[in-house]
């Protein structure tokens, strides 16, 4: 299997550069994950527990720096065009396995955020979806739906721990599953 | 058919409130949109042909408005989970009506950019994300692929006429297409 993701911190300051690159730098160079930068996004390349919390690192750094950072990230776990690595060989995903959002230690950084479940290949695709919203539901972060994608407020480790719940609880119907996430920090519409 | 995109606009400076909020306006209040924005991204609801033309009207408006500014894009149509609505009814997509992406007349904003495709529920969609990837390659903008996502740059209007030339191209093997598409302008990266 191959999985990994594409972020982008997008910090709206005119010191942008240096809160990008320290964030990134938080991430540290582990052995169990591949990091590479352009000039669009960061790749990182590992089994989905470990690049959910490598990203959430990424853009905690950039939140603590202060003023309004938005994350964009594009987390894909098996796709077929993409060559099995073994960095990225988690057990399959198990239900005991996946964290309740409640019960993870919070980061003390509140956001809002909105994501997209795309379980592809699969007929059946618009039930898991609706199967992962209701669980957001039952949850205390759901914020609203909107076309096209559900809202999320609350503490950055809990909508973090939702999103990869919603992610793992797909793979468990569709070998490919892409999220697309968008967490908003410190907006002044709020 | 329900067809429509959610956008957020990224502005690398202390003053992006009122670089977004004037490029959320140049889109004016035209009837056969749909409009509305939160604190996350900004709705648009319409043909696919609209919606794409609003979008990039946006975003080449922040881009004039000088910096770093990105775009983060979702286009969908066809979702079986949203209402029909009359003001997304266009024909079917035909090939003859898609755009050629070299020959739209250019903005002069040069960008760079990625997108990924998803065609939604349909057991082949990795045979149509194949095919519209060669098409892009066959053109002049194509910059690379990463991993879950292809990289396209040069000018703003034949990117985006090349991303919704993959939209329609796709719509025509699976009802349910979903395109998530970034662009940059004025990284100091590059």
Chains 1, 2 share one sequence.
Do not use: W
Not at 157 to 186: C, M, N, P, Q, W
């Amino acid at each position: 299997m191959f999985s990994g993701a594409q972020f982008s911190l997008y910090v709206m300051s005119d010191d942008f550069v240096d809160v990008i690159l320290g964030a990134v730098d938080a991430m540290g160079k582990p052995e169990d994950l591949r990091i590479e930068s352009d000039d669009i996004s960061t790749l990182v390349v590992g089994t989905p527990p470990r690049v959910f919390e490598a990203v959430q690192t990424a853009y905690a750094e950039a939140c603590r720096r202060g003023g309004h950072v938005v994350l964009s990230a594009l987390f894909s776990r098996g796709c077929p065009g993409e060559p099995d690595d073994p960095i990225c060989t988690p057990g399959g995903p198990e239900a005991s396995e996946l964290p309740e959002p409640g019960v993870v230690p919070p980061s003390g950084i509140e956001v809002n955020a909105q994501f997209s479940l795309y379980p592809l290949g699969y007929p059946g695709y618009m039930e898991v979806i609706g199967r992962e919203i209701q669980a957001v539901k039952a949850g205390t972060l759901f914020d609203g739906s909107k076309h096209f994608c559900t809202r999320l407020s609350g503490d950055l480790a809990h909508v973090f721990a939702a999103v990869y719940r919603a992610f793992e609880s797909a793979a468990r119907d569709s070998a490919h599953v892409v999220i697309h996430l968008t967490v908003s920090k410190g907006s002044p519409s709020n």
